[in-house]
């Protein structure tokens, strides 16, 4: 059965600052990997996905995330975070050739002044 | 384009009591997913349609819950008796083909 595991429930950091979000899976098979945003009282945003291809992936609002098969890893990364990012980020998987989506337990990202 | 639309937004209801949730998805997404959102956790799929077929509902309980579909187009999510355990949000999503999951703002259900 595919798992999530986001290893940190909360990250704060500060304006500016660079941030990393954690995300293992467990899988046996091959797998597609997501990254979302859920602002406040908001439903869910595609932030970048992993389908194929480059493992480096690049998406919206200047995240992104690099797919690491050996380490089943796909951890979320900006190199300067705003204000405006403060949200609950959740790494997602689905098995290839299914749409079904799995998803960790979520990480509040904090940014400071 | 208009997004994936739910109602009510928010909800209170006594336990034992039933509600119903309504969601329109985006216009022409064959595919609609019903999630649950506990307070601290990722969504958790209940239902899955394909038109209004019911792909996957493994995860959905039936003792409780149900859902439809009709026509294709909007669904309805409703749960009968409502449990403490049910409070949560709960999300709509939509896709197109083989494409990315919309979701809807959600509604907040709270079982007192």
């Known amino acids: 059965a595919q798992s999530v595991t986001q290893l940190d429930s909360q990250v704060p950091v500060f304006e500016e600052a660079p941030v990393e979000l954690r995300c293992n899976y467990s899988s046996s098979v091959s797998v597609y990997l997501f990254w979302y945003v859920q602002y406040p009282n908001q439903g869910l945003q595609l932030l970048l996905k992993y389908l194929s291809g480059s493992t480096l992936v690049k998406g919206i609002n200047g995240f992104e995330a690099e797919f690491n098969k050996s380490q089943t890893s796909f951890h979320l990364r900006k190199p300067s975070v705003h204000i405006s990012d403060t949200a609950e980020y959740f790494c997602?998987?689905?098995?290839?050739?299914?749409?079904?989506?799995?998803f960790g337990a979520g990480t509040r990202l904090a940014v400071h002044p | 384009e208009a997004g994936v639309a739910q109602s009510p937004r928010y909800k209170i209801i006594e336990k034992r009591q039933s509600v119903a949730f309504w969601c329109n998805p985006i216009?022409?997404?064959?595919?609609l997913y019903w999630y649950q959102q506990i307070l601290g956790q990722g969504p958790k799929l209940l239902i899955q349609?394909?038109?209004?077929?019911?792909v996957d509902d493994s995860q959905l309980p039936k003792d409780r819950f149900s859902a439809e579909r009709l026509k294709g187009v909007d669904s309805t999510l409703k749960i009968q008796p409502a449990k403490l355990e049910d409070s949560a949000v709960y999300l709509c999503?939509?896709?197109w083909g083989t494409g990315e999951q919309f979701f809807g703002p959600g509604t907040r259900l709270t079982v007192l």
């Open positions: 999503a939509s896709r």
């Open positions: 997602a998987v689905s098995e290839k050739g299914y749409n079904k989506l799995i």
């Open positions: 349609f394909q038109n209004n077929g019911v």
């Open positions: 216009s022409g997404h064959a595919t």
